[in-house]
């Protein structure tokens, strides 16, 4: 394996980072391996031996001092005869800087593939769909303001001429008392009777609504028992007691 020239000197760049996950990344590229706690583990010299030689600045060679530190545990680790024993919540060091490093080589690769279209000056991209129709503007020229007077005052009069809503349409209206009664000479036909028997074949959801109360309320009163064995399935209705269909009862909700 060809051996790696350390720089003379760490620096930033804006078209090339040189950096400890430059450094890291390469050592591991060079030796085949992939991004895993146990490549980290086995290029740990070589990151150790690299940075020996670098002659740098301790302020500036901090980043690759707590990258090798990080490696050092690492490579402890993988020597332990069994896996260290860890906190609740607590992060596998080996698992988070092979993490970090697969996102990094995937920001180069995006930022190389940037660099290459820029070089080639593919910088511009072409109009895939066909360009939109501009209707042309709407001409008023001859329009004087009493033909608008005369649009808007037919338009008023085709308004005044609908019927209001409630002559067409009629709001049903169902109350809990008649539910009731519904129930009441339900149950003296058949002491036992269900929830969907009562609502009839297609039901609205307002009768099914009010039905339902009528119900509760009969249940609140000791009138009837229901019963439902499991989640969805039917309601099954008992009568506990005789009552009049014509006995008023006292309701809370109408």
């Known amino acids: 394996m060809e051996p790696l020239q350390p720089p003379a000197k760490y620096t930033v760049q804006t078209a090339v980072y040189e950096g400890p996950l430059d450094l890291l990344l390469q ?53 332990l ?40 000056h593919l910088r511009t991209y072409l109009r895939v769909a066909p360009p939109p129709k501009v209707e042309g ?5 001859g329009i004087t303001l009493a033909d608008l007077m005369a649009a808007a005052a037919a338009v ?22 008649e539910k009731i009664a519904l129930i009441a000479a339900r149950l003296g036909q058949e002491h036992h009777a269900t929830f969907n028997a009562m609502l009839g074949p297609n039901p609205t959801r307002l009768e099914v609504v009010v039905t339902f109360l009528a119900l509760l309320e009969l249940v609140k009163r000791y009138r009837v028992a229901a019963q439902q064995e499991g989640l969805f399935s039917e309601i099954r209705i008992e009568q506990l007691e005789q009552w009049g269909t014509d006995e008023e009862l006292e309701i809370e909700f109408e």
Request: net charge negative; proline share 5%; hydrophobic share 50%.
């Open 81 to 120: 005869p069994r896996p260290p024993v860890r906190e609740v919540g607590e992060e596998d060091l080996g698992e988070a800087l092979a993490r970090q490093l697969r996102i990094y080589k995937r920001f180069k690769e995006i930022a190389a593939w940037l660099d290459e279209r820029g070089t080639q």
């Open 27 to 79: 050592l591991i590229e060079r030796a085949e391996l992939d991004v895993t706690a146990v490549a980290l583990a086995q290029v740990t010299e070589q990151y150790l031996a690299y940075i020996h030689a670098m002659n740098v600045p301790p302020e500036e060679i901090s980043a690759f001092l707590v990258v090798a530190a990080k490696l050092l545990q690492i490579k402890s680790e993988a020597l």
């Open 156 to 177: 008023f009069a085709e308004e005044q001429e609908k019927a209001a809503l409630g002559t067409v349409i009629a709001m049903p209206k169902i109350t809990i008392r």
């Open 137 to 141: 503007r709407l001409d008023l020229s």
